[in-house]
């Protein structure tokens, strides 16, 4: 019988709760390598090779711990490349169902991005239909709405800025536009961006869309193209929220859904829905003295 590789729990609690932190600890049986990542709020260690996910979501809430949980190889845990979806990922809006606030078409257009998002219309179809519902929008509303609308989510710039330190490529690819993703990886501190174009003339959104449409096979090309001097994309951590997340999500290394639509939180290999950004540093095997902001 050959030896299994050794798997390793990452569980990183909602809340940072001194009690909480020793209930959940004691609760999972760890065999070794166990590692404190942060006091009160994230540790690992590695796990039985029969202990399940469900045994460990069973046991944390049996003690009413919410807690974020991730399971893998314990080798080559931190990547070399992050690959970042933008909205309701990095930030915490949609942008076009904003710009379509200030364009008076928010209901119609954010029923569109929630259907797309969920995989229940395709990506490129929708786009090009909410696009079209912000012609004649004045180009100067873009930095207005990016100024008084557009959050970073929390951790957005640590998780960028601490992989970036120990020697990550960093890259934003996003199905919105590059009016915002160049905003938001400057916010951050990514390597690069990728996104769609807002065609506009004469000072005002035209209703077009730069063509091809950076979609859900895009963001596929886009991982395997950056993780190539990486070895391959084991060697890529992919964080989405979308339906158009989905394809790099399952071939990265470690693909994360955040926050997410339940088609993609059903298939990627772990998932953030208690807690921030951060966490997908601590599955990494990052503790919070390692972090950068
Ligand atoms: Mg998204």
């Known amino acids: 019988m050959s030896a299994s590789i050794p798997r390793i729990a990452t569980i990183v609690l909602a809340k940072r709760e001194a009690r909480d932190f020793e209930t959940a600890l004691g609760s999972i049986p760890l065999l070794e390598d166990v590692a404190i990542l942060s006091e009160g709020k994230a540790f690992e260690g590695v796990i039985s090779e029969s202990l399940t996910q469900a045994d ?9 711990v919410k807690a974020d949980i991730c399971i893998q190889p314990q080798k080559d845990r931190k990547k070399k490349l992050l690959i970042c979806d933008m909205d309701s990922t990095l930030i915490g809006q949609e942008c076009i169902d904003e710009l379509a606030d200030f364009a008076g078409v928010k209901d119609r257009v954010s029923a569109i991005t929630e259907r797309a ?32 609308r557009i959050t970073l989510n929390k951790g957005a710039r640590v998780l960028c800025q601490t992989m970036k330190a120990d020697g990550a490529k ?27 174009t807002l065609i506009e003339a004469n000072g005002k959104l035209t209703g077009g869309v730069g063509m091809p449409i950076l979609g859900r096979e895009a963001k596929l090309e886009a991982l395997k193209e950056h993780s190539t001097e990486f070895g391959g994309r084991a060697a890529a951590i992919a964080i989405g929220d979308g339906a158009n997340d989905l394809a790099m999500i399952t071939a990265a290394g470690l693909g994360i859904a955040f926050y997410a639509k339940p088609l993609v ?27 950068i902001s």
């Open 56 to 64: 460990i979501v069973n046991a944390l809430e049996s003690c009413g």
């Open 117 to 148: 998002m969920r995989g229940e219309i395709g990506f490129e179809g929708a786009l090009t239909e909410r696009v079209s519902l912000l012609k004649d929008l004045d180009i100067t509303v873009l930095q207005k709405c990016f100024e008084e």
């Open 170 to 196: 960093t890259v934003i690819v996003s199905g919105g536009f590059t009016f915002f993703t160049q905003r938001v990886a400057t916010a951050c501190g990514f390597d690069s961006h990728q996104a769609n």
């Open 265 to 291: 939180a059903a298939e990627a290999h772990c998932a953030i829905n208690h807690t921030d950004l951060r966490t997908a540093l601590y599955f990494q095997g990052y503790r919070e003295s390692e972090f």
